[in-house]
């Protein structure tokens, strides 16, 4: 993203404002406040930003944050889908942490934006999952 923006300031209508905490936030977000958010690691290394959130529209679940690495103006960047429980909102850097060595992004599995996996592919979505180490909603669910 060409201008660094956090959540804080895509707030069109006000429920982050609040100086005593009053407002949704940050236990209840607005979806389009978080796109754009960066991505960083444990490691404070840049990994990108959020380009898009996918809902299970079976569910009403945030599946998995889409993230945006490496390019110059949009050329050559990779598209990542990553699972939404892999991602820990950082409210004092006001941007999302996600516990993976940029090296491993890297060789992640990605996609670029002509060409968008099946999503809802359980096969795929496995294979999501155990890149990143989490379990997919559903079968957590039925735990």
Do not use: C
Not at 10 to 32: E, H, I, Q, S, V
Not at 35 to 64: A, C, F, H, P, W
Not at 100 to 111: H, I, N, R, T, Y
Request: hydrophobic letters at 35%; a negative charge; zero cysteines.
């Amino acid at each position: 993203m060409g201008i660094d923006m956090n959540y804080q300031e895509r707030d069109n209508y006000g429920m982050y404002k609040g100086t005593r905490g009053d407002g949704p936030g940050p236990a209840l977000m607005g979806a389009n406040t978080l796109v754009g958010n960066d991505v960083y690691n444990q490691q404070d290394e840049d990994l990108g930003d959020v380009k898009e959130i996918m809902l299970d529209m079976s569910t009403g679940r945030v599946s998995y944050a889409v993230l945006s690495f490496g390019g110059f103006l949009g050329m050559g960047e990779k598209l990542f889908a990553v699972p939404w429980d892999a991602l820990t909102l950082d409210t004092v850097n006001k941007r999302f942490t996600l516990n993976v060595q940029k090296d491993k992004l890297a060789d992640a599995p990605g996609f670029d934006k002509d060409h968008w996996p099946d999503m809802s592919d359980q096969t795929w979505a496995k294979g999501i999952h155990d890149y990143y180490g989490t379990k997919p909603y559903s079968t957590i669910a039925s735990i």
